[in-house]
C-alpha cells in the first residue's frame, strides 16, 4: 500500500512538473503581417533591396532562461521580391538562389546569450542552398502590448553560400556581403 501511494506520488509529481514545463517552454507565436525579412545587396556600389514574403519561425524564448530557449527559422526563397521582374527572375536559376532544388534556407540557433539593455547574441547554423555557416549576430528585443519584436542585422558573403555562381561570381558586378534585416513579431514572449 505504501509502494502504490509513492508510486502515485512519484507520478504526480511527475506530471505537475511536466506541465510546468510546458508552459515555461509554450512557443510563441509568429505575427507574420507585422514581420519581415529583407536584404540588401549592393549592384555596381549601389544599394538595392530586395525582400521575402513567406517565412515561418518555431520560438521557445523566455529572457530569464536562455539556456533552455531556442529559435528556428525557415524562408521559403522562392518567395522573393525584388524591384526588377527580370532580376526577381534570374534569382530563382541555378547560379541564385535554385529555388527548384534549394526552396528553403534555414537558421537553428545553437546559443542566446543575453548582452543587456534587451540586447541579445543568437549563435547558430544558417543553410542556404544546402551549405551550412556557423553564424553570430545581435538582435534587440522590444515590446508593444502584448506583442515581442525581434530585430536585428546580419551580413553574410553570399558565394560562401553558392549565390551568384558564374559570371555572377564578380564582386565588382554584385558585392560579396549582403545584409539580412530583420524584424519579427511574436506573441507569448513572457515580459522580460
Known sequence: MQMQMRRSAVAMIVLVLSGAASVVLAEQTLIADKSEVVFVSSQMG????????????????????????????????????????????????????????????????SRIRDLGGGRYEISGTLTIKGRAREVTFPISLSRSGTITFATGTLTIKRLQFGIGQGEWGDTSLVADDVQIKFKIALSGVPPM
Open 46 to 109: 549601389v544599394p538595392v533591396d530586395g525582400s521575402f514574403s513567406k517565412f515561418q519561425a518555431q520560438v521557445n524564448l523566455d529572457p530569464t532562461r536562455l539556456q533552455s530557449s531556442s529559435v528556428s527559422f525557415t524562408v521559403d526563397v522562392s518567395s522573393v521580391d525584388f524591384p526588377s521582374d527580370d532580376v526577381q527572375k534570374e534569382l530563382a536559376k541555378p547560379d541564385w538562389f535554385d529555388t527548384a532544388h534549394f526552396p528553403k534556407a534555414e537558421f537553428k540557433s
